[in-house]
């Protein structure tokens, strides 16, 4: 973690890019450890009827599902991934094929979305491994629509994935040139970024 946004993609590590059969063990342990994240992020989020959700590195599909539980929400999940993608269109596979959750191999920087196409935005466990930070949250301002809003989070626990305080507020700076009412909390499990695109086409200042 101590070389991070490169801007290459890091393709040595198996769980950012997870691939053949490391990276269904990959997909696997996901499925099983972040529960507990998801839960706490989409939480947070608080997903309402009608809103349409984008996912940014749904792994295994697991929040996926989890954002998609009211039939009056429309979710995107995108991932590098295409061991993710495999897994996580097996896990949703009616849901899919309701036309209610789209999946599709993608990347924070380059998302595949239209301009303000989504109302709420969440990405769990992934920051850290974009190849380029900025690129990325340029990216999702984009997709976002006006007063839209996003959650990012990273690991607490176990210490070892923590990230150093310099990378944190960097991830914060970066967010509050881009974004306003930029906010920060820590929870048992999770280091949880939120923030809101302005209600005009305006700086956020």
């Known amino acids: 973690m101590s070389r991070l946004w490169t801007g290459r993609q890091p393709t040595v590590n198996p769980f950012a890019f997870p691939r053949g059969p490391v990276g269904r063990l990959v997909g696997w342990l996901m499925a099983r450890t972040n529960t507990d994240e998801n839960a706490e992020a989409a939480e947070v989020l608080d ?45 949703n596979a009616e849901l899919v094929q309701s036309g209610r959750l789209r999946l599709w191999r993608a990347t924070a920087a380059r998302t595949g979305v239209d301009d303000a196409e989504v109302d709420a935005l969440i990405s769990v466990n992934t920051v850290a491994m974009w190849p380029d930070l900025d690129a990325g949250l340029t990216e999702l301002h984009r997709v976002l629509r006006l007063g839209g809003r996003l959650v990012i989070t990273w690991h607490r626990r176990p210490r070892s994935l923590a990230l150093a305080e310099e990378k944190l507020q960097r991830i914060e700076a970066a967010l509050r040139q881009r974004f306003v009412t930029v906010a920060r909390d820590d929870t048992a499990h999770s280091v949880i970024f939120r923030a809101r695109r302005a209600d005009r086409e305006e700086s956020a200042g």
């Open 47 to 91: 997903v309402r009827p009608g809103e349409c959700v984008l996912e940014v590195g749904h792994g295994p599909g697991r929040l996926v599902t989890l954002l998609a539980r009211d039939p009056r929400v429309s979710v995107i999940g995108i991932d590098p991934s295409p061991e993710m993608t495999r897994m996580a269109l097996r896990h």
